[in-house]
């Protein structure tokens, strides 16, 4: 078990299941030990600065989504990067040792500017991205990280950059943090696709059971399988997936079923929404009671902002001790 934990998401979107089992069912786990759950709005920013989204509201209802998924801000320290400046005063301290190449070569940066076409991401912001992600692991001396795999370079940027910090500076500031890798596999989206909410095919921890049902009733199934008499083949079909999950102790008469035509994809639809109603619906009720105490929400979040600043002051000073400044 680790000692200290600590991971991030963006706040540019509401969460949607993907995230949940993705991350928030695993963080859930890791309250036992000293954690800290971090909305990274600078982070956002370095991709959404031309976009009209406001982070601040969005901010919010992540939080909403962190609390109905059952996280409890009593056991972990739930926070807001930008009220916590450290992050940016450490980001700009790393920036500084930090090697350019270390950067260009960083897999995610060239995939990003080629996937969301029409941004300017070749910023300075951008490329830095990693850097500061590595001053949030680091402010907090975390020994576990839990990400899923797309955030491995940048887990591996953050144990460098310790590494050259603590060399430099003769000083065991810095801890390397492990990378606790989220073992779920990718989650279909309702067009089969990853879920993601760039591909609009997202079942959003804020939808009503109906809007649940309506969404699965849409979702795409067997390509293979245009007529009710045709064989179906479970393997490629999103809509078993969710039954996997969701349904697991009948998912193998689903699959016999479906191979054998003796199930059709409506009630086979039908049958998939009421189990992951089942899951959504307390999420989504507990969120409206959530939303009808925003300010609460946002109040929590600044208290949660002191206690991670309180970590984080102290880390900082050391780090600006070693280098030899103020
Ligand atoms: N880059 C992460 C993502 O896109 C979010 C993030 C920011 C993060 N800071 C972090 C994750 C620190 C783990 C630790 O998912
Ligand atoms: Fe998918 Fe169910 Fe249709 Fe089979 S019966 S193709 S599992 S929706």
């Not at 390397?176 to 609009?200: F, H, I, N, Q, W």
């Amino acid at each position: 078990m680790p000692k200290r934990i600590l991971s991030g998401v963006r706040p540019t979107n509401k969460l949607h299941l993907g995230n949940l089992l993705g991350a928030l069912e695993n963080w859930k786990k890791l309250e036992s030990a000293e954690s800290y759950f971090m909305i990274a709005d600078w982070h956002a920013l370095t991709t959404e600065y031309e976009s009209k989204i406001k982070i601040k509201e969005t901010v919010i209802e992540v939080v909403i989504d962190f609390l109905a998924a059952g996280l409890d801000p009593n056991t972990s320290t739930i926070f807001l990067q930008s009220l916590v400046p450290e992050h940016a005063e450490l980001a700009l301290l790393l920036s500084i040792i930090t090697p350019l190449s270390w950067l260009e070569r960083n897999p995610t940066y060239k995939d990003q500017i080629k996937e969301q076409k029409g941004k300017e991401l070749a910023t300075h912001g951008f490329l830095g991205y990693p850097v500061l992600q590595a001053a949030d692991i680091l402010l907090y001396k975390a020994n576990a990280v839990p990400v899923g795999e797309d955030q491995l370079p940048h887990l591996e940027l953050a144990r460098e950059i310790a590494r050259r910090f603590n060399h430099l500076y003769r000083k065991n500031v810095f801890v390397e943090a492990e990378a606790l890798l989220t073992k779920v596999p990718k989650l279909p989206g309702v067009d089969g696709r990853k879920m993601s909410k760039s591909y609009g095919n997202t079942i959003d921890l804020s939808d009503s059971p109906e809007e649940v049902d309506k969404k699965v009733m849409r979702m795409v199934t067997d390509p293979a399988r245009k007529r009710r008499e045709d064989l179906g083949h479970p393997d490629v079909c999103p809509v078993y997936y969710f039954h996997t999950i969701f349904n697991q102790k009948n998912h193998e008469t689903v699959a016999q079923e479906c191979r054998q035509a003796k199930r059709g994809c409506v009630e086979c639809k039908q049958e998939m929404a009421s189990y992951l109603v089942r899951f959504t619906k307390p999420i989504y009720e507990r969120r409206k009671e959530l939303e009808r105490g925003r300010s609460k929400i946002r109040e929590m979040l600044v208290e949660g902002s002191k206690k991670a600043r309180s970590v984080a002051c102290l880390t900082l000073a050391e780090a600006k001790e070693a280098v030899g400044i103020a």
